[in-house]
């Protein structure tokens, strides 16, 4: 029993070490990469960036990054649920449950002004940006 835990207690640190380290990165936080300049200044074209899963809200000004047509976007709301928005000359509220995203280079930034539905629900947000 002792000869196995000499044999084992090599590894078994490592091990653990590496297991904790997927578990934070798959359950806590989110390593991202920024590929467009629509968050610029903000966050620059060909950064690295940091979500945390785990959140208690999100208000207006937060970072976030979220699934959108099968891809993770990182943006910034500009609207939540209960707030009005404008869009194409008309008036929208925010749905329950959503919000209303922007980048912050609107000239370079393809966002909810555009989108045929341009609310992101709850459920796509993956993580906010830890700044």
């Known amino acids: 029993m002792r000869n196995l835990l000499k044999k084992t207690g090599k590894w078994i640190f490592p091990a653990i070490a590496m297991l904790l380290t997927f578990i934070l990165l798959k359950c806590v ?22 979500g945390c899963r785990i959140y208690s809200s999100l208000e207006t000004g937060d970072i ?26 008309s008036s929208m509220t925010v749905p329950e449950g959503c919000y209303y995203v922007l980048g912050d280079n609107a000239d370079s930034s393809y966002d909810s002004r555009y989108w045929l539905d341009p609310f992101v629900d709850g459920a796509d947000v993956v993580a906010k940006l830890i700044s």
């Open 29 to 50: 936080f989110l390593i991202g990469y920024v590929p467009s300049e629509s968050m610029e200044p903000t966050l620059e074209r060909g950064s690295y960036i940091i």
């Open 64 to 89: 976030i990054i979220f699934r959108h047509d099968g891809k993770l976007l990182v943006k910034r709301i500009a609207a939540v649920e209960g707030d009005t928005v404008e869009k194409s000359g």
